[in-house]
């Protein structure tokens, strides 16, 4: 292995102390490996970048451990390249693992260029990112809240769920109040809290809300409310903050939500897990592939084996499933199109992630060259799958000794 920086560190991390070695030296003889121990805490941290400064380090590399790499990240990013690495990717061989051989073997294989850097977006997009993830969090906590209720209904033998299609809507909602403060309700009550379709359900309410509803209830029920309503207060708050974080990039907000299936929501989401410059990213494949959105490549002695989706970013995987669906729905689109034509052949589940997957690509497109997404309609998907269906069928014919002449018209 040929060694490309004269003087490197490797840094081990863990919880409450690092291991950190210096690999100095010049570049056609052994290196001098140092290794010290340092807490932490920001006062040794900053003496960890003393003494990097003081050995002239060129480069730092360190494994992504959970969230602890963070705080050693945030005092080297201004003075020094930091490459964080992937666990997988610094598997040393099994036998006499210690600290110190790790933080030794990060050091030599940074000094040889052998270290794949993870992407760390910019502070601005890393703040982005924390406040969508929290965001997600609170909506998950808030469809749990949910859950929580209509158990407690199906408890008091209240079958609200078996009529109306959201447990939360406002009606539901109305019904479900009212009925923490008596009994039961009367046909004329329902009948005023009912709206829209509800209204020609009215006789279904009246005796899906017939249940015994008892003061246990109740107090489960209000607890619950609570929550929901304390957790969408957060939720409020959190899109404010992060509508201020968007606004530097407004530009590329505007541009990706011209994506069928792109709602502002789920446009700040995507930026904050991919940011906004697409030259970290070699081709829009290799940003599918970091993303875990593209078919696996699992292939031995010719023959191709899995292709399910390796492990990637979730947060992502799961906004563009999301996406993935909102566009197959959008009517007359060519992602609807290619949606249809997939999920007959190979499953709706498939077919989302194979949806997901094109939306990741047209996206690094769109941000890349600076254009707004041009949809070409289904139409056009209908007829090219059309032309390649019947390419595929002369080939065959043609393979089994036929002749293939097409008719003139």
Partial sequence: MQPILKSCCGIDVHKSMIKACIAKGPLDKPPKLTTRTFSTMTSDLLKLKDWLRKNEVEAVAMESTGVYWKPIFNILEDEFPVVLANPQYLKKVPGNKSDVKDSKWIAEMLRCGLIPA??????AIRELRELNRTRRKLVGMMASEKNRIQKVLEDANIKLASVVSKIDGVSSMNMIRALMKKDKLSREEISNMARGKLK???DQLVEALNGKVTDHHRFLLRLHLNDIAFLAEQVQEIDE?????????QKENTLVQTIPGISKTTAS???AEIGVNMSQFPS???????????PGNNESAGKKKSGKIRKGNSYLKATLTEVAWAASRTKGSAYSAIYHNLAKRRGKKKALIALGHQILRDIHRVLKTSMPYVDEGAEAVYLRNSKARQQSAIRFLERTGYTVIAASA
């Fill in 118 to 123: 993870s992407f760390i977006p910019p502070k």
């Fill in 269 to 271: 989401a995507i930026i």
């Fill in 241 to 249: 903050q992060i509508q201020k974080a968007m606004i530097p990039f």
């Fill in 200 to 202: 020609n359900k009215v």
């Fill in 284 to 294: 829009d494949a290799h940003l599918a592939s970091w993303a875990g959105i593209c």
